[in-house]
T-cell receptor
Framework: AQTVTQSQPEMSVQEAETVTLSCTYDTSENNYYLFWYKQPPSRQMILVIRQEAYKQQNATENRFSVNFQKAAKSFSLKISDSQLGDTAMYFCAFTQMNRDDKIIFGKGTRLHILP | DAGVTQSPTHLIKTRGQQVTLRCSPKSGHDTVSWYQQALGQGPQFIFQYYEEEERQRGNFPDRFSGHQFPNYSSELNVNALLLGDSALYLC????????????FGSGTRLTVV
């Protein structure tokens, strides 16, 4: 069974600093997607960044980037120049490719950006 | 561009009652998935509907059932509510077989008392 583990329940950083959120996962599949989702108090799950497992290049989206280590089954999220609006719950998630499969979420990391 | 719409936003029910939650998918999407998010936890997959049929199911009892209509909207029904059913219920839509572009709604907060 696939599992996603986030070992940091809560983190706080000063505005404009860089922060890294950790995630490990377990799967026997070779083709899959990994995601980071942001859930602000509005509750809507917002896609931050997505990584296809077959791509060696790490995905980036503006201030957000990932460090994808397939062999180690590690998928961390780096937020550069953090902003107050980045305060939210962040979920690491996994889904198998080519099956419209369910998304498996970690338990989340609550991130506080301090002014 | 309408996103995923869920109703109602909040709901309070008594233990033993039945509840129906509703979801309208994003325009152009044909697949709807439902997730349960307990307080302080990540969402857990309940089931997925495509072409008006349940295609996948997570580890949830038969008290949880659903339906998808010809216009792709969906309902989640929970019978014989338990206190432990209190959670945020999220709906996610996608276009089957394409790009894993899941779009989530803002959820329905269900409280069972």
């Amino acid at each position: 069974a696939q599992t996603v583990t986030q070992s940091q329940p809560e983190m706080s950083v000063q505005e404009a600093e860089t922060v890294t959120l950790s995630c490990t996962y377990d799967t026997s599949e070779n083709n899959y997607y990994l995601f980071w989702y942001k859930q602000p108090p509005s509750r809507q799950m917002i896609l931050v960044i997505r990584q296809e497992a077959y791509k060696q290049q790490n995905a980036t989206e503006n201030r957000f980037s990932v460090n994808f280590q397939k062999a180690a089954k590690s998928f961390s999220l780096k937020i550069s120049d953090s902003q107050l609006g980045d305060t939210a719950m962040y979920f690491c998630a996994f889904t198998q490719m080519n099956r419209d499969d369910k998304i498996i979420f970690g338990k989340g990391t609550r991130l506080h950006i301090l002014p | 561009d309408a996103g995923v719409t869920q109703s109602p936003t909040h709901l309070i029910k008594t233990r033993g009652q039945q509840v129906t939650l509703r979801c309208s998918p994003k325009s152009g999407h044909d697949t709807v998935s439902w997730y349960q998010q307990a307080l302080g936890q990540g969402p857990q997959f309940i089931f997925q509907y495509y072409e008006e049929e349940e295609r996948q199911r997570g580890n949830f009892p038969d008290r949880f059932s659903g339906h998808q209509f010809p216009n792709y909207s969906s309902e989640l029904n929970v019978n014989a509510l338990l206190l432990g059913d209190s959670a945020l219920y999220l709906c996610a839509s996608s276009y089957r077989g394409r790009d894993y572009g899941y779009t989530f709604g803002s959820g329905t907060r269900l409280t069972v008392v």
